[in-house]
């Protein structure tokens, strides 16, 4: 048998290679490292019951390494290849995210690890949205955007043929990995030179600034690198003092003692230098952006997250200059009281998604799933969320497009088309969340002794 380099071990040599790269070409991306780094280590050092769970529950070790990035393809075939070469890192489709509820021009996915072991290891996922020509006013120049994406390709020769190796003879050994890794990177990395001339690419901002930022340059660059804090609000203030400034709100739930789904914030994009054949301009595109990961919600969970958010966006609305933020923080607080704020209580209701491990063994045959939790043999741990928000998705692309201001906008979502250009369907996450909180209760009974509880809960 050939011996490959399990997907999981590529996946993170791809990662931390990225991470570099963003590191050196993007000095701001470092600091924020950095500062997350500090801020982590301060909150685990102060609060031991913390790194207790995070270490018994496997989600320590990750935490280091933990990253999301983003990137945005032009064409079916553009992103019917990058899901194939993130197939060989073990990072498949999940979710279909419809950023035209805030006026975007793309839809998108999140390419992720699914596997509970494999999320411990190196959850690393990539954001990535496909532009939709067809939403545009002007459709001549969508048609020369056609064109010009059609004239590019984004992934290496090199690269192509591991990925076709890979897929025909189901992996990839350490030296082919490598190589591969090396390839890939290629595909992400930012070019100071424009493929079109400046009238074209004005052109194409006057359209969308993100239709300019996809057609206009021979790959889909990296856009953000974003590590997960423990503490996203100790991060935000502590930016400016590190000479980056954030945009204006968090977007997400408000802050809370048990973490639900996702806060994200962002520092705005940098201004570059690029040349338009020959002449010179710029263009703003690279971020930075930090994320704090609580619990997966269940739909009813969800639908309750919706309808808070709603209601606080619903009675305030930041600015485009981040007007009325602090309005906007004290809303979303007041919007979510009612929103039960611990784990227990979460599970409970059937609001979030937990899983189970064996605690202190049991004598004899237990009464209940939730006798057992009482008497400490079984142990619940969140779920993190393990994927994005849309509205939160639209804020950051927002503040990445200049501005802070909200907007709901009408929406055309189309998953159908979307997987028809991808050539594959998208994972439903909850079923995933699901899947994982069953077998970790099956397991954790099996341990027990407690099987006749399995189908009980
Ligand atoms: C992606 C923005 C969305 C997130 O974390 O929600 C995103 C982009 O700007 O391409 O990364
Ligand atoms: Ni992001």
């Known amino acids: 048998m050939t011996d490959f380099l399990h997907p999981d071990a590529i996946r993170t040599l791809f990662s ?11 000095p701001q991306y470092g600091t924020l490292i950095d500062l997350v780094r500090d801020v982590n280590a301060r909150v685990l050092a102060e609060n031991p019951a913390l790194r207790d769970r995070m270490r018994a529950a496997d989600e320590l070790d990750r935490l280091d390494v933990e990253r999301h990035g983003a990137i945005r393809v032009g ?25 035209s ?14 596997d509970p072991h494999s999320l411990s290891r190196n959850p690393f996922r990539v954001f990535t949205s496909l532009i939709r020509l067809e939403l545009l006013e002007d459709q001549d120049l969508a048609a020369r955007a056609a064109e010009i994406l059609n004239d590019r390709s984004i992934v290496t020769p090199a690269a192509l043929r591991l990925i076709e190796q890979a897929e025909a003879k189901g992996g990839l050994t350490q030296a082919e990995a490598e190589a591969f890794v090396a390839a890939a990177l290629e595909t992400f990395r ?39 804090t423990l503490d996203i609000d100790a991060v935000q203030a502590e930016m400016p003092a590190r000479g980056i400034s954030p945009k204006a709100v968090v977007e997400g739930p408000p802050r809370r ?3 639900i789904l996702l806060r994200q914030t962002s520092f705005k994009a940098l201004q570059e230098p690029i040349s338009f054949h020959g002449e010179t301009g710029t263009h703003t595109a690279r971020f930075g952006e930090i994320e704090q990961r609580g619990v997966a ?14 209601d606080a966006r619903g009675r305030v609305s930041v600015g485009p200059n981040g007007e009325r933020a602090a309005e906007y923080v004290a809303a979303l607080s007041d919007a979510f009281a009612g929103f039960p704020d611990d784990l227990t209580a979460l599970r409970q209701q059937g609001l979030a998604y937990v899983r189970y491990r064996a605690g202190a063994p049991v004598d004899g045959a237990a009464a209940s799933v939730e006798d057992l939790i009482a008497g400490g043999h079984l142990i619940v741990d969140p779920q993190t ?27 055309s979502a189309n998953r159908a088309a979307f997987e028809a250009a991808m050539g594959a369907s998208v994972l439903d996450e909850l079923a995933l969340y699901q899947a994982a909180e069953d077998e970790s209760l099956r397991v954790a009974l099996t341990l027990l002794g407690q099987t006749h509880l399995i189908n009980a809960a």
Request: proline share 5%; with cysteine.
């Open 190 to 228: 930012w070019h100071a030179e424009a493929t079109v001339d400046a009238a074209t690419y004005s052109d194409l901002v006057a359209a969308h600034r993100l239709i300019a930022d996809v057609v206009s340059f021979r790959g889909p660059h990296i856009n953000h690198l974003t590590p997960r």
């Open 75 to 99: 064409t079916a075939a553009e992103l019917s290849l990058i899901r194939r070469m993130f197939a060989v890192m073990g990072m498949v489709p999940v979710g279909y995210y419809d950023l």
């Open 297 to 310: 919600l269940k739909p009813a969970g969800r639908a309750m997250y919706d309808a808070c958010l709603n």
């Open 16 to 26: 931390r290679a990225m991470s570099d790269m963003y590191r050196a070409e993007v």
């Open 385 to 411: 969320y393990e994927d994005f928000l849309p509205v939160s998705a639209a804020g950051i692309f927002q503040s990445n497009l200049g501005s802070d201001e909200q907007s709901n906008f009408g929406q």
């Open 257 to 259: 003692a048990a973490d």
């Open 101 to 114: 509820v805030a006026g975007l021009p793309v839809h998108s996915t999140a390419f992720r690890p699914v």
